[in-house]
Structure formats: C-alpha cells, structure tokens
C-alpha cells in the first residue's frame, strides 16, 4: 500500500544513524531547556533553533522536531514535580499531577504521562501519515482565493481559542501581520517601513521578536513575581504503574488519544485545547469525579496524551496545506523557511524523503523520550532544584548568543532587547502575544495571495464570495465569531481559557 | 485613582496602542502608491490593515469606557527589572565586538542578576564565571560559532 511505501521511505531517512543521533539530541536539549521554569516549547525552540541553522534541512526539521517534543515533555514532567506548567498545554497536568506527587506517586505519574504520549503519538503520527496525501491533494486544487479565506480562517480561529477578549486577539493578529510588512514589497521592490535601515529589508526577523517577547520579557515577569517553586524532594522511586493503574488509565488514553488527534488537525487548535477538552471528557466520564484534584490518575493519562496527539496532528495544516496551526508550528514555518523549504503542498511532491522522513522521526522522538526521559527523571528534578537567581541569566545568555548567531550581527540582538520591552508591556496589558507571531508569519503569504486572487477577478472583492470553496471557508470563520460573541459560549470560554 | 470616565484601564490602554500603532503604520504608508484594486501597489494592503487594526482599537477603547465595563487599573510596572534585563543585553550587544564574548558576557550575567531581588556580589561573580566557561566550552569550541572570543584590541 501507498501508506506503508511511503513510511518506508521515511524510515530509511529517520533511521541514518547521522538523523539518529540529531533526534536524539533534539529530544535531550528540548528536554533539558523545556524543564527549566518559565520556558515553554516556543521559547525553548527559538532558543535551540540556531543551533539547526549549519545542519542539511533534513537533519534540521528532525532535530527541531526533536526539540519540540522534548519541551513538551520537559514542561509535564515540572508539572508533575514542582506544579509549574513549563507551557499552557500542560496546565491540566498540574492539577492531578503534582497531587500524585504529593502522595509518593510522582514516579508513576511521570511514567504515565510518558506511556500515554507515546501511545498518542504513534496514533498519531499513523494519522499524519494516512492524512498527508489526500489534505495535500486538497491544497493543489487550492487557489489564490481559497488560500486567503483558509488563512484568514486560521486566524480567526487562533484568536477565538487565545485567551483574553477575542476583538484583542484579532487586533494582535492585525498588528502581527502589519509588522510583517516590513521589508521588500516583492511586487514593487519597494521598502516598506523599513526607514532607510538595511538591516530592516529582508523583513523582521522572527527569532529575536519570539525571544525578546517569549524569552526576555517572561523573565522580567518571573522576577516580579518571586514565588518559591513548591519542590517535591523525595526521591523518585517506583516508576511502575500497577494493575490498577493500568486498568484506570487505558480507557483515559485511548480516549484522549483519540480528542487530541481530532483537535490537532484544527487550525488554531493543538496542544492546548486537546489537553483541556480532555480534562473535561475524563472528569465527565469518570465513575470517581470527585477523585479528579486529588491526584486521579485519568487525568494525567487522558490529557498527556491528547496534548500529544494534539502536537502532532497539528503538523498536517502546516506540511499540506502551508498553514500553521498555532504559535510552535508558525515557528517551525519560519525554520522550514531558513532552510528554503516552503512549507505547504510542494513539499510532499517535491521533496519526499524530506517530508516522510520527518513524519518517520516523530514516531522516533516519541519512542526516544520514552527511553530517554524515565531514567533521566532524576537528573531533570536536579536542575530544578537551582534557584532562579542563577538561571534567568543563563537564559539571556543562550537567548543572546542564539539571536547573535542568525545573521552574526549585533542588529538582532538590539531588535530582541526592543522587543522585551515591546512584549512586557503586551504582559501588563494582558495582550495574547501567540496572535501576533502567527500574523506575523502568515501576513506575507496572506497579502501574496489577497493581491494575486484580486489582479485575477480585476479588482472585484466579490470573488472571495462567489467561489464555493472560499465562500465556504471564510463562512466557517464568520460562524466562528458568531459564536465566540454569543454570551453563553464566551462565559464557557473563558471557564476554559483561564490560566 | 480610577477615573470616572474609564473603568477598563487595562483595555482602554491596549485599543490606544493599537490606535497608536494603526496610525503610525497607515501614515508612513502614505509613502507607499496604492494603485487600484486591481493593480494594487505596495501601498494598498498595509492601508487596509492599518483602517482594520484602528476600527478594532477604537473598539476596545469604546468597551472599555462602557457602564457595564468590569473595573480593572492599570497593572504595577517594574521598571526597575525591565531596566536590568533589557539593559544588559543592549549592553552585550554592543560590547560584544569590542569587548569579546568573554568581556560581554560578563557584563551581561552580573548585570542581568542586578534585576534579581535576591543578587549577591559571589553568586553573581560565579555564576558568570561558570556560565563563561560552558559558553566558551558549547558555542565556540562544540558548534565552532563565529563569535569574536577576545577584546578588538588583542587582534
């Protein structure tokens, strides 16, 4: 069959002992900077992202790949232990998990949530795989009009699912792409907004915006606030579910596995909402509710793995139909865009060793965090235990030295310092910054397609309407602010969304 | 402190800084020639955004004077700590060619640890002396980044 064929494919790429070992380094440096407090994955792959630039874009997207999935798991595993989300996806986790911990269960409940993930993700990476060539068939049939209404839908759906107010989401997803503006108008050769600084003509940079808004200003924000992380310290034994465990935490899986593969796909879903919808579905279901906040083991099985699923699955928007879904998956665009690989339709027709050897290597870096991280608990519990007042300026310091080494210039590194003080004041505003990184990455290929769809219907607005396809999309979009607007929905929202 | 008028000051903040940022960006747009609809220039495209993004501010600054408006001020500033943090890194970048990677990063590390209310002379001196060597030891030794390690002077 096609599906198996072309796994072959990606297999014989993921398993070169070169790609191998960059999984494997991917999973640990992800793991080992996704522990540390107040980096969540974006943070941590803008960080690890330079690191990639020398690498073939194979080895590059199978390291990142790596990267991300070891911050995600980094960020459950000081939930669990210290109930500090490394990122919003494992808030859930906090709830049961560091509660198991308080019991003496830590243990079991870091090696369930690795048992889960990696049962999500080899669901999920066969979904990828079985969804990968008609989605991709879908999208070459797209044109220029369908692909305005598909991102402009995206973003919508970005801003309804942040939190905070959604017109404010909106307004972030505006500003976002009007700073992509920035730079060479390809059309016109034109330089917009750019004043006269040839630093500027290629555009902002994504990596130092991401750094001084995600890196630099969370620090700030972490020192105002100085609370003591609430350690666990005894030491992790027993790693074992037992029967029992495994009999409550099946059903908890598969279901979660099952959501999260499902919500991935959306556009503007993902990690996040999978993990929350999850939460719910368990509490819902389960014979024991009052048991949930109290260490019950479903609720660190279901959402683990549906945050996992969800991860993955939300690759497909982004590798067939150039779409990313959320935040992590538009900074995997703009790496895929360092190494000229145009994320979207072409690159399963054009490159498939590439493609299928990327999808492989998911599978890998799953089963790789699985036998990496459970001996390795310990060693990620230790790190936690230096204070802040020592990491934060290890952490500028890695910020610093990875926006340096883009283009080897200091102009990025004064870029990201403007930012920092650009992304505390959207922290004291209370402004959603995710928005803004996604329009700052589609705005380009949103006005790219707007101008061609119009030079096309000689300047008749009207075709975004007539087309069935578009009409389609953007009708989704708009029932989506329908929605968001009624008053019911949005008290349940914002229930949901809280942090 | 809350005025009468405004009773979402977080909000009313946030629709004038889109306001703000909608009318810088549609003015210098103005450079830019539109075209038409069907030719549209460079120009065309950011005016547009910049009418959607300063109807959304005005919007949000609407809402946020409303009656029903949840009463919210403005959140404390610690300029102190962006001051240290941002500080430094303007610093390390332009000490970093003059100085070398060992002197900036110095600069960078014991500055930065000024915005920790918990900064100590010794930890900071260690810190930056630990983290020097790991730096020097990963980047420029283990990835072979091009970075100038010594001060201008020494070449």
């Known amino acids: 069959m096609d599906l198996f064929h072309n796994l072959a494919i990606g297999f014989s790429t993921a398993a070169q002992p070169a790609n191998l070992l960059y999984a494997f380094s991917g999973c640990l440096l992800g793991t080992l900077i996704g522990v540390l407090p107040g980096l969540g994955p974006l943070a941590t792959i803008a960080m690890l992202l330079p690191i990639t630039y020398a690498l073939p874009p194979d080895a590059a997207l199978i390291m990142l790949a790596g990267i991300y999935y070891g911050a995600q798991y980094g960020g459950s595993t000081t939930a669990i232990v210290v109930n500090l989300p490394g990122e919003s996806s494992s808030v859930v986790t906090t709830i049961d998990g560091y509660q198991m911990a308080k019991q003496g269960r830590a243990g079991v409940a870091l090696s369930t949530a690795a048992i889960g993930s990696f049962f999500a993700g080899c669901v999920a990476t066969l979904a990828l795989a079985a969804l990968a060539g008609p989605l991709t068939a879908t999208a070459l049939l797209f044109g220029p009009k369908e692909f305005f209404a598909l991102m402009i839908l995206g973003l919508i759906l970005a801003s309804v699912l942040s939190s905070g107010p959604f017109i404010e989401g909106i307004g972030m997803v505006v500003l976002g792409m009007l700073l992509s503006l920035v730079g060479t108008d390809l059309n016109s050769g034109t330089q917009r907004f750019a004043f006269g600084v040839p630093q500027l003509f290629d555009g902002l940079d994504f990596v130092p915006l991401a750094m001084g808004i995600f890196g630099f200003a969370e620090i700030v924000k972490n020192l105002e606030q100085d609370d003591k992380l609430s350690l666990v310290t005894q030491k992790i034994a027993n790693l074992f579910p037992t029967r029992e465990d495994f009999r409550r935490m099946i059903p908890a899986v598969l279901r979660g596995t099952t959501l999260g593969t499902l919500l991935g796909v959306l556009p503007g879903g993902g990690a996040v909402l999978s993990s929350f919808a999850s939460y719910t579905l368990e509490k819902k279901l389960s014979k024991h509710p009052e048991e949930f906040g109290k260490g019950a083991i479903e609720g660190i099985a279901g959402p683990e793995s549906a945050n996992n699923a969800g991860a993955q699955t939300s ?93 080897g210039g200091t102009f990025e590194i004064h870029e990201a310092a403007a930012f920092c003080v650009f992304g505390y004041v959207l922290i004291k505003l209370q402004l959603p910054a995710a928005p803004l990184l996604l329009g700052l990455v589609l705005g380009p290929a949103i006005e790219e397609n707007f101008r061609r769809a119009m030079v096309l219907s000689r300047g008749d607005a009207t075709v975004f309407l007539t087309s069935p396809l578009s009409a389609s999309l953007l009708a989704a979009a708009a029932v989506a602010i329908i929605l968001i607007t009624l008053p019911a929905i949005r008290a349940r929202r914002e229930e949901a969304l809280q942090e | 402190m809350t005025g009468p008028a405004i009773r979402d000051q977080r909000a009313f903040a946030a629709g004038a800084l889109f306001l703000a940022f909608a009318i810088f960006f549609f003015v210098t747009a103005l450079n830019y020639p539109a075209g038409t609809a069907a030719r549209m220039g460079p120009g065309y495209f950011p005016r547009m955004l910049a009418i959607v993004l300063a109807a959304i501010g005005l919007a949000v600054m609407v809402r946020a004077m409303r009656s029903t408006a949840e009463r919210q ?83």
């Open chain 1, 315 to 407: 690759f497909i928007p982004l590798l067939t139909l150039g779409v990313p879904a959320n935040v992590v998956m538009a900074l995997m665009a703009g790496a895929m865009n360092i190494h000229n690989i145009q994320p979207g339709p072409e690159v399963m027709t054009k490159n498939p060793a590439l493609f299928w050897g990327l999808i492989a290597s998911m599978w890998v870096g799953n089963l790789m965090l699985l036998v990496l991280n459970l001996p390795l608990v310990g060693l990620w519990v230790k790190l936690l235990t230096i204070p802040y007042r020592y990491l934060f300026p290890a952490i500028m310091v890695f910020c610093s030295i990875g926006v340096y080494s883009i283009n």
């Open chain 2, 73 to 155: 001020p403005l959140r404390q500033w610690d300029w102190k700590g962006l001051a240290w943090v941002t500080g430094s890194v303007i610093l390390f970048a332009l000490l970093l060619f003059p100085a070398g990677l060992i002197g900036s990063l110095f600069v960078l590390i014991v500055m930065s640890s000024k915005a920790s209310p918990e900064f100590t002379w010794k930890g900071a001196l260690t810190n930056a002396a630990v983290l020097i060597v790991l730096c020097l030891l990963v980047f420029v030794y283990g990835l072979g980044l091009r970075l100038p390690v010594w001060p201008a002077l020494f070449n």
